[in-house]
């Protein structure tokens, strides 16, 4: 998918684990794995808020686009 | 709940095999003691014994397409039922069945139809009613099962757009 999630690096840079980012933001820890593995489809505001929230980041630092990546 | 009306759902059926059996037999006697019926049926003076014979055939085989219509409902019916039992009432192929049933219900109207004219002509034929009538009732359902077949559709569709939504 041409859009990168960089949540391994940014869970990594914070010494944090999924799990730890799960129980932080409300979100299960499935759909935290859809999200980093780069299979979700679409992201609510809501999850992003949460997230940037959690890890202290922007939008931006958390996703990058890529041209060509399938 | 939703067992219990698949339930109920499943001994209509049952009772619709049975009168399709029915008519089978009565196709199957018309055919094979034509002759003794045509000797033992009171018609009236206005109408013979081998006009009621025929009118008999076609109603049985009206009888018989209708059967087979309703059948379709009833199994289209029970898959549905089952999707739902099985939490996923959404799925793109119930929107499917629901169109199958819309169908079904088109031909039984129809059918009804022709049936009404088999018994307009015996009743003027033999001047006694019968007590066909037309209903509308039948054909709004028609345009209403399309109708949420469509909504169901694209309820799927929308559906399919969250899967995947974190």
């Given at each position: 998918m041409p859009v990168r999630i960089r949540l391994d690096d940014l869970l990594h840079d914070r010494r944090m684990t999924l799990t730890d980012l799960a129980d932080r933001v409300g979100i299960t820890l499935a759909n935290l794995s859809i999200l980093k593995t780069g299979k979700a489809r679409?992201?609510?505001?809501?999850?992003?808020?949460?997230?940037?929230?959690?890890?202290?980041?922007?939008?931006?630092?958390?996703m990058i686009w890529q041209e060509g990546e399938d | 709940?939703?067992?219990?009306?698949d339930r109920v759902v499943w001994m209509l059926e049952v009772l619709n095999r049975i009168f399709m059996a029915v008519f089978v037999l009565v196709l199957l006697a018309t055919a094979l003691a034509g002759e003794w019926l045509r000797s033992r049926i009171g018609a009236p003076a206005s109408l013979d014994a081998g006009t009621v014979i025929a009118a008999v055939r076609l109603v049985m085989l009206l009888g018989l397409a209708t059967g087979v219509a309703v059948s379709t409902i009833f199994r289209r019916l029970r898959e549905i039922f089952a999707a739902v039992r099985a939490g996923d009432a959404f799925a793109p192929v119930n929107g499917v069945r629901l169109r199958h049933i819309a169908w079904a219900l088109l031909a039984i109207q129809l059918l009804d139809l022709a049936l009404g004219a088999v018994a307009a002509f015996v009743e003027r034929a033999a001047g006694m009613p019968l007590g066909w009538s037309f209903t509308l009732t039948g054909w709004l359902a028609v345009l209403l099962i399309f109708v949420l077949a469509e909504v169901w559709t694209q309820g799927a569709a929308m559906r399919d757009e969250l899967e995947g939504t974190v």
């Open positions: 679409a992201i609510r505001f809501s999850t992003l808020e949460a997230i940037c929230r959690a890890l202290e980041c922007q939008p931006g630092d958390l | 709940m939703l067992r219990v009306t």
